[in-house]
């Protein structure tokens, strides 16, 4: 799905994209708020490949970042001064693989765009099978070097869309009403606190839902 959020760190990170472009997970949904190909050709990127396990609109080639065997693979490795990969890696079976693969797409000198959901209600598109911290994402690139001090966190999708600095602790939407938490949800929780915090429904703090993005080089 792509974002404002995710539109906003590529436009706040534009001197680290450069062409040829390569998209993983680049088929864009009716329901989707945004499209990224569209949004860099106004940023005057215009040489945009984008692959994903299905056909759709956006998809250039159906290609399955798992599969070592893959023709595509073998053929484009070390082609891409960028490759941008957003919430895609939660979905794929092997993301130690598929991180492996997308490292070698790019060229030396080259960069990656990454976001990934940190907490994010169940997806299924087509299975939903992870979650991964900013450390988390290191690891899985650790043939990386990324850049701390790009590195973002969105709360929300749908209210008030902006990226934060990556600090710690995370946000949390405690008593207090967060700026991005809508009025009825506010109270929903505030009822569950009151009346409902104790026992099998004990939960005393939630996670909003978290995004978090990261620049990283080869």
């Known amino acids: 799905m792509a974002t404002g959020n995710q539109i906003s760190f590529l436009r706040a990170n534009l001197d680290m994209i450069s062409e040829p472009v390569l998209i993983i997970g680049s088929k864009h949904y009716d ?26 609109d956006g ?12 023709e595509f693979i073998e053929n484009h ?13 939660t979905h794929v079976r092997n993301p130690f693989k598929a991180a492996k693969n997308l490292t070698a797409f790019i060229k030396d000198g080259g960069s990656a765009v990454l976001s990934e959901c940190y907490v994010r209600k169940i997806s299924k598109m087509p299975v939903d099978l992870w ?5 988390g994402t290191k690891e899985l690139f650790s043939d990386l070097k990324f850049d701390d001090s790009r590195a973002r966190i969105s709360l929300t999708r749908e209210k008030n869309e ?11 939407l405690l008593a207090q009403k967060n700026e991005d938490e809508n009025s009825i949800g506010y109270f929903l929780r505030r009822l569950h606190r009151k009346f409902f915090a104790k026992g099998i429904f004990k939960i005393s ?8 993005y990261s620049i990283a080089k080869k």
Do not use: A
Request: charged content about 30%; aromatic content about 10%; proline content about 4%.
């Open 205 to 212: 703090r939630l996670l909003p839902e978290t995004t978090i």
């Open 77 to 89: 490795s070390g082609k891409y001064s960028t490759v941008i990969c957003m919430e895609v890696l």
């Open 131 to 135: 979650r991964f911290t900013y450390d």
């Open 162 to 172: 902006q990226l934060l600095e990556l600090k710690y602790p995370l946000p949390q």
């Open 31 to 56: 329901f989707d708020k945004e499209n990224i190909k569209n949004r860099l050709n106004e940023m005057n990127i215009k040489d945009i490949t984008g692959i994903d396990i299905f056909e759709g």
């Open 59 to 70: 998809v250039d080639f159906v290609v399955d970042i798992t599969d070592d065997k893959s």
